[in-house]
């Protein structure tokens, strides 16, 4: 019995090995949602500057991807050694500390990882060995990622979106959530849906509501689960924006008019949606009587 035949038969043993696999995509995470934003503004000044002095030769930059520069430490800039990064494991061993200087690590960086593990376990025990599982949890790590760059920035970085819209779309081809069309129509009516209320709040208020990137977000989403997730995503999104959105501005002691990124909110509906929205729906229309 090969490795793969294994995990096939034996769910526990395959959400185990999802489990692991979490940490270690948490830990390269951590690495995007931090870097990512940054190579974009890089990218954009070059580009401005090139057309702003044509003529002129451009600065060398340092390299700076999602690879070089070496982890180190935001603090004393000592690099991170290999042991040193070993998802949760350093964290608990070094005390949430920098090994060289001692000062104390973000408790966020372990937080994603042990999040990214956890949900890689749901996905997996929800649906075991096989292609639709690889597929949704390939979803599920772009959508962490997408969620707290959202968050931090309220960026939406179109490297990870466009990609894994066509990704949903590819997948679908083959049936592997629902049939092409319900998600050729996803993607269509995740955008403009979202575009038509960006407009409709616009011209009454004279204010932008949300991004282009929200519509772009869900149009991926609409392209995994089809269009049918899209009116369920739209809804949950919407209450639980209400409702943390309150919360948060709140604490904070903001005015209404600070902007809160919308992209969580979406992102955590649409997973939801996907995996679980037959289920919620069909749940919703016996107890209405339906």
Known sequence: MT???????HVLAFVLVAGLLGLVVGSFLNVVIHRLPKMLEHDWLRQAREMLHPDEPQPAQPVYNLVLPHSHCPHCQAEIKPWQ?????SYALLRGRCGNCR???????PLVELLTALLSMLVAWQYGFGWPAAGILLLTWALVALSLIDA????LPDAIVLPMLWLGLIANS???FTDIHSALWGAVFGYLSLWSVYWLFKLVTGKEG???GDFKLLAMLGAWGGWQVLPLTILLSSLVGAILGIIILKARGDSNSTPLPFGPYLAIAGWIAIIWGDWITGTYLRFAGF
């Open 103 to 109: 000062e104390r690590i973000s408790p966020r960086y």
């Open 3 to 9: 490795l793969l035949d294994y995990l096939a038969s």
């Open 152 to 155: 931090d920035t309220q960026l």
């Open 210 to 212: 949300m991004g282009y």
């Open 85 to 89: 990064n070993l998802p949760l494991i």
């Open 174 to 176: 083959f049936g592997l």
